[in-house]
């Protein structure tokens, strides 16, 4: 793994600003706490554990970026990170967008990781950061399916309550759960972001971005750690995991 004396040089942007509706009402989904600390202070300490990240930007909520920036001020980050918050847009596309036009010119690789992801192993990062610098464009992290797949035919609104068509069962051995950070040659992500316009379809993830210019993205095994807290379900999950954590490491 290359040092940031490098010229190659990492930042993750984090874009924070949804709301995560499905964990109820309260707070941000990103400034939820788990283990006593804010989800987002976790991913930024998960990106900030890599030596291959110098600098992490984080894209807060509109009107909430000076509320983060003291967040993270508060909480102990390491010292070798530089740290920035910009202030996100109306739609993840858009705030990953304003994340990665802040960035120094220096930056080659760019991380774009999900808040909500706030325990993904350094192994992970490291092998996404790895995988740009050998010469791919992006870069996921995945995982196989443990369940099988239904396609169907969505309901229509208005009949929440009638059953869905299946249509087609797709093959299992050939899908992936994706996660984050995925990684990405600055200049391939900025002209994805710049051909898929923000009103529209656009795409569910940066690497869907990439998809439509049509460059290749490739897939580096994820980890089972790096889930998504999206319901409450997930964050008992994730307590009990930073509980292993602190009793078998101490921290």
Do not use: C, W
Not at 142 to 166: I, Q, S, W
Not at 174 to 188: E, I
């Amino acid at each position: 793994m290359s040092d940031e004396s490098s010229p190659h040089r990492t930042a993750a942007v984090i874009p924070a600003a949804g709301r995560g509706i499905r964990l109820g009402p309260g707070a941000p989904k990103a400034l939820r706490t788990l283990g006593g600390t804010p989800m987002l202070v976790h991913a930024v300490r998960a990106m900030a554990a890599s030596r291959a990240v110098s600098l992490v930007v984080v894209v807060a909520p509109p009107g909430d970026a000076a509320t983060v920036k003291l967040l993270l001020g508060e909480h102990s980050l390491p010292a070798r990170t530089d740290y920035l918050v910009v202030p996100g847009g109306d739609t993840r596309q858009e705030s990953v967008r304003l994340g990665v036009e802040a960035l120094p010119d220096d930056i080659t690789t760019v991380l774009v990781h999900d808040a909500a992801r706030p325990l993904v192993p350094v192994d992970t990062v490291d092998a996404v950061v790895d995988a740009v610098r050998a010469g791919a464009p992006a870069v996921v992290p995945a995982l196989p399916l443990a369940d099988t797949v239904k396609e169907v035919e969505p309901r229509e609104p208005g009949e929440k309550d009638e059953p869905e068509l299946v249509v087609a069962t797709p093959e299992r051995a050939r899908l992936r759960a994706v996660q984050t950070p995925q990684g990405f040659d600055r200049d391939t992500l900025v002209r994805a972001h710049l051909s898929v316009p923000l009103a529209g379809q656009g795409a569910t993830d940066d690497a869907g971005l990439v998809e439509q210019l049509g460059a290749p993205v490739v897939v580096v095994p994820g980890h089972e750690e790096a889930f998504k807290v999206t319901r409450p379900l997930d964050l008992v999950l994730a307590e009990a995991v930073l509980a292993r954590r602190r009793a078998n490491d101490g921290f």
